[in-house]
């Protein structure tokens, strides 16, 4: 980061001095105001509930202009890497900084293959689980419990453990993914195939069983490589931040990972692809286009708690632009599977369309997210709704990898302590029990 030619100076009220705080530039974006030195300067914190105005680190992976609906991985246009590129370039650009020429990305596809397997043991942790245990509270769990298989690559200070965490989370993800999939449904777990693609191998993995061949669709095939990479990093996002908190920490890499799955479950986060198909599902029991105005009523009623999910963001204050990418995969993936007249699909495009033109979304700059069409076509494909956040989490888990691994490289980098401004009661006497 480079020091501005100016500096912010705070000025009090009472009369107390002023003081004068450095900003620095990052290459696009906002400045920054470095307050590290305020409260020795000032003796005050500044105070910022859910970080709306606060950088908690420099990075050089992920960027959104909120106000435009960009987003760049490393300097990339999304529009541009998911048309011309498959997950697992998206992830060599995400780990190391550049998109990878073929013999790089034949040689980091090699790598991330010979990690598919999982340790046989896990099998007997799974089956620890009831049956209907929801899939994310599986994965936080599994992914957890990744340390005490590869207890051999944890040490966060070592570069070396670091890569190899790194790729094993990466390949056995998916691995996992399936594996407590088919647990819920009673059926064998199936051996990832190394010379399919990643997002082939998934497939196989979920859908095939050991009395059939199984044939991976391509219009799938790429519509879930697509999925992948419109999920693989958003930049400071709370399950980022919450990995990037845990592995302050010097906590072992699959430890800080399993954070983030547990605050993607959120609905307010990753949840909110499950959450919107639910929602669109209850609409369409409800009697579907026709109740889409009495549902937009409850929306708008701000006694009524219910929020039109997949619509809103922090940061987007324009189109998600992974949100127009998912529309046109939601589309190729109907029309390959002769569902083009899919009533939910009709359903989010009414929705949508009321959304955009109303006052309430106008005003607020409410617009669809990613999860808005992700749920209709993971559900077209066959991944039953519960599932869904765990493939964001599958797809995320490369973001997540490279932040905490950027993290650890960066000089500047503490433990993470945030303060408080307590309101609770001052210092009291504890009474006698009788006397209370
Ligand atoms: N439906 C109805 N109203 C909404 C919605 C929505 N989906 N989202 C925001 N609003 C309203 C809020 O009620 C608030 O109105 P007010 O100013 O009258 O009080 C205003 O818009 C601003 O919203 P905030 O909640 O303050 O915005 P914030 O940045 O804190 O929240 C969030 C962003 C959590 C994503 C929110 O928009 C939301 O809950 N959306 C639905 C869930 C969802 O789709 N989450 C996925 C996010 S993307 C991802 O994780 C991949």
Redesign the pocket.
């Given at each position: 980061m480079k020091l501005a030619d100016n500096k912010a100076t705070l000025s009090f009220s009472n009369g107390a001095p002023s003081v004068d705080m450095p900003v620095y530039q990052g290459s696009v974006g906002p400045d920054v105001i470095d307050i590290r030195k305020l409260y020795a300067q000032t003796g005050m914190f500044t105070y910022d509930p859910?970080f709306l105005s606060t950088a908690s680190c420099q990075s050089a992976i992920t960027y959104i202009d909120g106000d435009k609906g960009e987003l760049l991985y490393r300097g990339y246009p999304i529009e541009q890497l998911a048309v011309n590129c498959d997950f697992m370039e998206t992830c060599h650009l995400l780990l190391y900084g550049n998109l990878p020429n073929a013999a790089g990305k034949a040689e980091f596809t090699k790598r991330v293959s010979n990690h598919t397997m999982v340790n046989e043991q896990m099998q007997f942790f799974l089956r620890g689980f009831r049956r209907d245990a929801h899939p994310m509270a599986i994965m936080t769990g599994l992914v957890g419990a990744l340390s005490a298989f590869y207890h051999d690559s944890i040490d966060i200070n070592n570069p070396e453990h670091r890569e190899v965490s790194a790729i094993r989370l990466i390949a056995k993800m998916p691995t996992l993914v399936a594996m407590a999939y088919k647990y819920s449904a009673g059926q064998p777990y199936m051996y990832p195939k190394n010379n399919l693609s990643y997002a082939g191998n998934f497939m196989h993995m979920m859908f095939a069983t050991p009395c059939e061949e199984y044939k991976v669709n391509p219009v799938i095939e790429r519509a879930l490589d697509r999925i992948f990479i419109l999920?693989a990093d958003?930049e400071q996002?709370a399950s980022t931040s919450t990995v990037r908190l845990c592995g302050s920490s010097g906590t072992n890499p699959f430890a800080a990972i399993a954070a983030g799955v547990a605050c993607l479950w959120g609905?307010?986060?990753?949840g909110?692809n499950e959450?919107?198909l639910n929602m669109l599902e209850d609409i369409q029991r409800m009697g579907g286009v026709s109740k889409v105005g009495e549902f937009m009523n409850q929306?708008?009623d701000?006694n009524s708690n219910v929020?039109?999910?997949?619509?809103?963001?922090?940061v987007y204050k324009n189109y998600?632009p992974r949100a127009k990418l998912m529309q046109e995969t939601c589309k190729e993936v109907l029309v390959a599977l002769g569902l083009e007249n899919d009533p939910l699909f009709k359903l989010a495009m009414a929705l949508e369309k009321i959304a955009l033109e109303d006052d309430?979304?106008v005003q607020?700059k409410?617009y669809p997210?990613?999860?808005?069409y992700s749920g209709i076509v993971q559900r077209a494909i066959g991944i039953p709704v519960s599932l869904f956040t765990a493939i964001?989490a599958l797809a995320r888990t490369v973001g997540w990898i490279a932040q905490l691994n950027e993290m650890i490289g960066d000089p500047e980098y503490k433990i993470g302590r945030p303060r408080q401004l307590f309101t609770g009661s001052e210092k009291r006497d504890v009474l006698p029990i009788a006397q209370r």
């Open positions: 859910g999920h958003h996002n609905p307010a986060h990753g909110a959450a919107c929306v708008k701000k929020k039109l999910m997949g619509f809103g963001h922090r998600d309430y979304f607020r409410l997210n990613v999860d808005f964001f």
